[in-house]
Structure formats: C-alpha cells, structure tokens
C-alpha cells in the first residue's frame, strides 16, 4: 500500500488502498496507539498533507466583504444604465424587495493598468493592481437573502449545516505550522450574520474550525479570547496537559471515547498550549517596518491586513478577513455615499496587500479572493439604494496560480443575470481547491452513511483562468 497518498483519497473499487477509516478498523488498536503517540509528538501535529496534483497555491486569504457589494459601481461597467436612467429597464428578475428605475453608477470607469482592465474610481489603488487580478463577472448564487447566502459563499450549502471552505482546506492540507492554527477569521469586534456558523467544521472534527479574532483588541494577549491562561504558568500547564494526555490514552484504551473525538481535543489542547506564545508574535504588527505600516494605512482594516500576510507568512492555510461585523456592504438606501466610505477604508489596504505579497515573492503562492455573498441590483430601491442581487455579480482572485489582467464571463447589458461563461458558487470553490491541488470530487468526509464533499455534487474547475 503506497503511503504518498493523502488520507483522505477514497478507495476505488478493484484497487487496494484503503482509507484511513478503513486501515483503522483493519489493524485493530495497534495502529490507534501509534496514532495517538504521533498527535501528541508537538512538532509533528496536523502535519502538512500530500496533494492530490502539484499545487499553485498553498494559502488563501479572503478578503470577504460581508453585506454584498455592488459590482456595477465597482468592476463591471454597465453603460447602457445611463440610457435607461431613471426609466423602467426592459428586463426584470425577480428580487428580495420590490426595486424600481434604473439606476446608473455615479463613478467613473476606466482602463486600468497595462491590460486596460476596467475598474471605477472607487477602488483606485486596487485599480493600480489591475495587472494581477482575475474579475470573475458571472458570479451567481442561489437565493437573495443574507443568511442562506453566507452559508452558500462560505460552507458549500445555503441550508444544512455543513463544513465550512477553510475547514475543509485544513482537512485536506493540514498544517504549515504546528504552533498555529490551519484557518482563521479576522473580524473587527462582534460577529456577522449567522455567526460562528461561517466559519464552522460541522461533522469534521473540531479541530478543522476557524479560530475567531477579534482584530478590534488592541491588547496581544486578549486578541483570542481566553487563550492567555491567567492562573497558571506556562510550566504547570505544561504539566497539566500531560496529565490530561495520560487520562486521554487510558480513555482510548478502554474505548471509551471515539478516536476522531479523542483525536481533536488532543489537538485542540496541544494547539491553544504553543499558540500562547506564537500567536501573540505573529499579531504583533508592531514587529513591521514602518514603511510597510505606512504603505497599508492606519486604519483598522490595514491591522487585519497586515496580520493576514504575517498570518500566511508563518504557514497558516486559510485566512478569512471579514469587512465588519454585521453587513457594512449592505445599502439599501445611501449606496453612493456609504460605498465610498467603505472603499476609502478598503482600497489602500487591499493594494498594499497584494504588493507586499509579491515584493516579497509570496503572491505567487498565495490566492487573494475579494467579494461578498451576493452582488446588488441595477435599478433603485428608494432613491439611492441597491436590493440583493443573486442573479449576476464580481468577484475578483488574485495570485496563486491565477492569471492577472483580464476578466472572465459576462452579466447581461445592465449586470442583471450573468448570461456569458456563468460562475456558481460551487464552481468558484472548485477552483480554489484546484489551484491548492485538490480534486474538489475526491476531497470526501464519510457521515451518516454517504460520502460528504464540499461541492456537493456539482462544480466545474474554472480553467480559462487558470494560468
């Protein structure tokens, strides 16, 4: 039996690998002790995966903007608004509230870097990175509400509970770093909408579950809530979680616990014990030149930036960097003004980013995604808002094997519906895990009886993108 392959390839019939579920069962306890044994080594725990094909990128940081931005003020020109403006278009779809004229932007689109891809002057500084950046303009989701749209864009399902797509990339991948958690999620202060549920492992085991920061502290040792252990030095906790280790190997000796279970609380106490001292390094951005502090911004939006790179530079898999902590992109009514606010925040950061990450020859292994859980609607609700719009929106990758300067597929005239080389949600999820070096259609979690995936059973590998 070849031992390259990751644990996780399922076993075809007439071939004679087995899963690591079924290799278990084969060799009774034997093989669980020396299991146990390995999780407990520090150095080696969650260690790093085989892929399934050479990757392009081995982290993601997604810069996910939380409410739904509107791609018609943003990366997808639609001239044909101002001939309609403030008339009835000729086409409708059907929107979570009633919508009325149309609704041309207020900024200015032009020809961007060398490749002359459009971006409006809401975004200029990213406008300045046009040349490595992939606009995806034929996005399409599922349905026009929050809830189910977030659970879609982040888990791979808008109604069960299922893993989220940072936990299923540590499932996958493993760790870089034994001392630092695969997934986490940067989030100024509060949650957003369904909360925790974002960034969830559901029926994988705990210890694939984002880790939430609270990027609003300003205090390195309260950044993670309850991670500093107040009463006990360093020492004795050391001490007491190898006592807790020893009540762990006898629990499993006498089967009284599952091996998954057993498996992630032993990681989980592992992980939080080193991250003591790992983690306040690498949230210290005070450690940055302050040339590179300057090139970000000094606003809070910059902080979280910065610790993403550093987060990514230390072997973190996945990053989610939240916009706010409710639905800051969602305007229904003073888009114009509230939009430009929001990207004023945004633009310098995001641009210092991706510069920081190539000068420093990290972007080619690094895919910056940028987007919200829907786009937002051409035509008017009220006098200056924007209703949801499932039917057609932007996302925009960066780096990490995706080629630079161009835009993919097409919303119609006024960006209602994406009609030209349509993107679903689970397409975009194949070709992350494609670009990680995953087979999105044998990356499988079995429970309750059927083998789980985070495409459910569709999504298609965007190629054409693809460098």
């Not at 920061?213 to 979680?241: A, E, G, M, Y």
Request: hydrophobic share 35%; proline share 6%.
């Amino acid at each position: 039996m070849s031992t390259s392959l990751p644990s996780h390839i399922q076993t075809i019939p007439g071939n004679d690998l087995y899963s690591r579920r079924e290799l278990l069962q084969r060799t009774g306890v034997g093989i669980g002790g020396l299991a146990l044994a390995h999780l407990l080594d520090g150095n080696r725990l969650q260690a790093a995966q085989v892929p399934h094909f050479p990757p392009r990128a081995k982290h993601v940081i997604h810069l996910f903007m939380n409410g739904g931005p509107s791609h018609v003020d943003s990366f997808d020109p639609k001239p044909q608004l101002e001939k309609y403006a403030g008339k009835r278009l000729p086409i409708h779809f059907r929107t979570e509230r009633k919508t009325g004229v149309a609704f041309p932007t207020s900024f200015k689109f032009k020809p961007r870097g060398k490749s002359g891809l459009p971006v409006s002057d809401l975004f200029p500084h990213i406008g300045g990175c046009a040349d490595d950046i992939c606009v995806i303009r034929s996005m399409h989701a599922n349905v026009p509400n929050h809830e189910p749209s977030l659970m879609l864009m982040n888990c791979g399902d808008d109604r069960m509970p299922r893993p989220s797509v940072g936990s299923w990339i540590s499932y996958g991948l493993g760790s870089e770093n034994a001392n630092l958690p695969t997934f986490l999620v940067l989030i100024p202060g509060g949650v957003p909408v369904r909360g925790p549920d974002n960034w969830r492992s559901a029926f994988l085991p705990a210890s694939y579950q984002g880790v939430y920061v609270n990027t609003r502290v300003k205090q390195l040792n309260s950044i993670i809530p309850f991670l500093r252990n107040q009463s006990l030095s360093l020492h004795d906790q050391r001490r007491q979680l190898d006592f807790v280790n020893k009540l762990n190997r006898l629990r499993q000796e006498r089967k009284q616990a599952e091996s998954g279970d057993l498996d992630s609380r032993i990681r989980t106490f592992e992980l939080a014990y080193r991250m003591q001292t790992e983690a306040m390094e690498a949230f210290d951005i005070g450690r940055e030149t302050q040339s590179i502090r300057n090139m970000y911004g000094h606003n809070s939006y910059a902080r979280q930036l910065i610790m993403a790179r550093r987060l990514i530079e230390r072997g973190v898999r996945y990053v989610q960097v939240y916009s706010g902590n409710f639905q800051p992109w969602d305007q229904h009514n003073n888009l114009t003004k509230t939009h430009k606010h929001l990207a004023r925040r945004h633009d310098q950061p995001i641009a210092a980013l991706l510069k920081d990450l190539k000068q420093r020859g990290m972007l080619d292994e690094t895919l910056v995604i940028w987007g919200g859980e829907f786009g937002r609607t051409p035509t008017t609700e009220g006098s200056d808002g924007r209703d949801h719009n499932h039917w057609g929106f932007s996302y925009w990758m960066s780096g990490g094997g995706v080629k630079g300067g161009m835009h993919y597929g097409a919303t119609d005239d006024f960006g209602w519906r994406a009609v030209e080389n349509r993107v679903h949600v689970h397409d975009l999820h194949a070709t992350i895990l494609h670009l990680l070096g995953i087979d999105h259609t044998r990356l499988t979690y079995r429970y309750s009886g059927r083998d789980f995936r985070l495409t459910d059973v569709s999504g298609r590998v965007i190629r054409e993108i693809c460098v």
